[in-house]
């Protein structure tokens, strides 16, 4: 087990199958390490005893035994809480598993823990009130991204080899970008949500994981995806196994990079660098690669319309969060307030506009799509912010309170607040919204590290339902230029 964290997650369950090792075995390294590195990083939150295997369980499971990390985000585990990174939620247990979490237990992985999260996943960054902030292994003043920002900590430190994330606006993509990982958000109506709720975020977000390997994504694909009885849309299968997809050729692909954003004018140099050496490595491997000038779609606008439905599922969230647990004020974070506050001051017919944009955002990523496979940018548009970066300044932070003190939400829309708001949580990452509006599938691949050692991955959008030739992709990358045995130098 000195091995452990050299294997991923499909060669810990090949080692199981062929008796070399016993999923006790593999738990105990994986709690070994946790207890090493998690008082550095605070990846994991919550300690969680296994839960038996059902009566009857297959004994072949195609991950049997693998330790594995949830995230504490709607991601509901039987009888214990679902923070959802809020102290409202912090003491309710789950009355039954999560659609996904459920497949993730049948599929024979080990649950032992779940993982950091912002509160209700509303940043990019994980600092929650309630648990203090992740840290990244690559440099722990840093942070690994958000909202799964937990799972890449603990991924990238070791403790598991994969971990359960989620995305509604690049959840999955940022934190593996800020962490060296591999992170692939599935298209729209792939993997099922429920059984409490049809469908997350309206749609934009989707459950997924974070790894180090590209076969590991694509085999807790195939866990994950497929209809489900409460589902509103048919999620069907492909005809071929996504792991068999690793290793296929993608064939000759012709990739469109834009580094432009007007959320961001000025992407950092790190970040930029990042698509150039992406664009080099594709070239080398015959790919045709053209830069674009400017977005092939209206990225501030997709922004408007993005944080007018963000905000009115914040309200949505606090106001069920104090109708389920009859907390108050107190129990959110000033920001989310914040949020809830401009949630509840959007007019119905704003909040329908916003909705119905998607299909306008869709046409155009649809319409770049006839001439382009993919979509190539940045993930972030610069390294991982320091933990910290965001907190408001004392004298901003007591006119917020103020405004929320008298409920002035129509006073708040048009306050210096808003403003920092916004560039707080899209400024960094303005590219990563696109898939999420639209539906598509969208990957981080960790093919660059900045001059201070932080890695900063490039984010490559597909066509609905191309997971199969992503992966293709993402495989071939991972050949040609493997990330897998770059370790961060984590002092503990």
């Not at 990846?43 to 839960?51: C, G, K, R």
């Not at 990079?257 to 990042?274: M, R």
Request: glycine letters at 10%; charged letters at 20%.
């Amino acid at each position: 087990m000195d091995d452990y964290p050299g294997y991923d997650a499909v060669g810990l369950a090949q080692l199981v199958r062929s008796g070399e090792v016993k999923p006790a075995e593999l738990l105990a390294a994986a709690r070994a390490r946790a207890a090493e590195v998690n008082p550095t990083i605070n990846a994991i939150v919550a300690e969680v005893e296994p839960p038996e295997p059902e009566p009857g369980a297959a004994s072949d499971a195609p991950l049997r035994g693998v330790p594995f990390l949830l995230k504490d985000l709607q991601q509901d585990l039987a009888g214990h809480p679902t923070s959802n990174g809020s102290r409202a939620f912090a003491s309710v247990p789950a009355a039954e598993n999560a659609t996904v979490v459920q497949r993730w237990l049948d599929a024979g992985l080990v649950v032992f823990g779940k993982t950091n999260t912002p509160e209700f996943g509303a940043k990019g960054i994980t600092e929650p009130a309630l648990f203090g902030p992740a840290r990244n292994p690559w440099n722990t003043d840093h942070t690994p991204g958000g909202s799964s920002g937990g799972s890449a900590a603990a991924v990238a430190a070791g403790i598991v080899p994969c971990a359960a994330a989620s995305d509604g606006g690049g959840s999955i993509r940022i934190p593996a970008s800020a962490c060296g990982l591999f992170g692939l958000k599935p298209s729209r109506g792939l993997v099922p949500a429920g059984p409490a709720a049809g469908e997350a975020l309206g749609g934009t977000a989707t459950d997924g994981v974070i790894s180090r390997s590209v076969r590991d994504t694509a085999a807790m694909l195939d866990v994950l995806a497929g209809p489900a009885p409460e589902a509103p849309y048919l999620g069907a299968r492909q005809a071929t196994p996504f792991a068999d997809e690793v290793g296929r050729d993608p064939g000759r692909l012709r990739i469109g990079l834009c580094t432009a954003s007007s959320i961001n004018p000025a992407p950092h140099p790190e970040a930029v660098a990042a698509a150039d050496r992406a664009a080099e490595v594709l070239t080398g491997l015959g790919h045709e690669v053209e830069r674009l000038d400017r977005a092939p779609y209206d990225d501030a606008a997709l922004a408007r319309d993005f944080l007018t439905t963000w905000f009115a599922h914040v309200a949505y969230f606090v106001d069920a969060a104090k109708a389920l647990t009859g907390a108050g004020d107190s129990a959110f974070e000033p920001d989310t307030l914040v949020m809830a506050a401009l949630g509840r001051a959007t007019r119905p017919v704003e909040l329908i506009r916003a909705v119905e944009h998607r299909h306008l955002h869709v046409r155009r990523l649809s319409a770049f799509h006839a001439s382009y496979d993919f979509l190539l940018t940045p993930t972030t548009a610069t390294p991982p912010p320091r933990i910290g970066a965001f907190e408001l300044p004392r004298a901003v932070r007591t006119a917020q309170e103020a405004l929320l003190r008298v409920r002035g939400a129509g006073l708040l829309r048009f306050s210096p607040i808003v403003e920092r708001l916004i560039d707080d949580n899209l400024g960094w990452v303005p590219y990563t919204q696109l898939a999420n509006i639209t539906g598509r599938p969208a990957m981080s691949v960790p093919l660059h590290w900045t001059a201070d050692g932080l890695p900063l991955g490039v984010q490559f959008v597909g066509r609905l339902g191309e997971e199969g030739r992503m992966l293709r992709l993402a495989a071939q990358l991972e050949q040609a230029q493997p990330w897998a045995d770059r370790r961060p130098a984590l002092r503990v």
